[in-house]
T-cell receptor
């Protein structure tokens, strides 16, 4: 499986500011995803990060709030914009196993713990 | 979209006993069902998965069963140990988008 890292691991931010989270994989993968896990809750898919094209967002998530970049097959960023306390969550990236693009198996990064004051 | 329900939300078992977590899904087209274990402060880790062409899969003390007709699947942990204490999530998909259940907090009592 791939080694997935995220930066920062945690942050405390003021409301109204923005934070960019990085996800780095040690091998090329086709599919990269961003999830949100609110405190004590399950995982919710925010969007699929597409290399070379705009991300595909799930219902309830919009590009203006969560802009995503995917400049290559090993890296993606998620920005949480104009933050409010309701954005306090763990943000996780995940990638498909072996990078084949046809496998559903996903492996998660360590997550970024965000607290918005 | 896919809707996954998971029960129970909490489960307390005596060490050595078995634990069973059940999930139902709504989309009959779903064909892949992974289970993740998340320890406190850590990332979700895949522990076992099953595809719709298989009814049961076992890996040491962990097994998963799938009933496509009833659209439900279950996780079975035998001979539970303290290190099995964690939150367990089931998920389902018919493409690459995973829909997760709400999670089950398992506590193994020594």
């Amino acid at each position: 499986s791939a080694v997935i890292s995220q930066k920062p691991s945690r942050d405390i931010c003021q409301r109204g500011t923005s934070l960019t989270i990085q996800c780095q994989v040690d091998s090329q993968v086709t599919m990269m995803f961003w999830y949100r896990q609110q405190p004590g809750q399950s995982l919710t898919l925010i969007a699929t990060a597409n290399q070379g094209s705009e991300a595909t967002y799930e219902s309830g998530f919009v590009i203006d709030k969560f802009p995503i970049s995917r400049p290559n097959l090993t890296f993606s960023t998620l920005t949480v914009s104009n933050m409010s306390p309701e954005d306090s969550s763990i943000y996780l990236c995940s990638v498909d196993f072996l990078g084949l693009g046809t496998q559903e198996t996903q492996y998660f990064g360590p997550g970024t713990r965000l607290l918005v004051l | 979209g896919e809707n996954v329900e998971q029960h129970p939300s909490t489960l307390s078992v005596q060490e050595g006993d078995s634990a069973v977590i059940k999930c139902t899904y709504s989309d009959s087209a779903s064909n892949y069902f992974p289970w993740y274990k998340q320890e406190l402060g850590k990332r979700p880790q895949l522990i076992i998965d099953i595809r719709s062409n298989v009814g049961e899969k076992k890996d040491q003390r962990i097994a998963v069963t799938l009933n496509k007709t009833a659209k439900h699947f279950s996780l079975h942990i035998t001979e539970t140990q303290p290190e099995d204490s964690a939150v367990y999530f089931c998920a389902a998909t018919n493409d690459y988008k995973l829909s997760f259940g709400a999670g089950t907090t398992v506590t193994v009592r020594a």
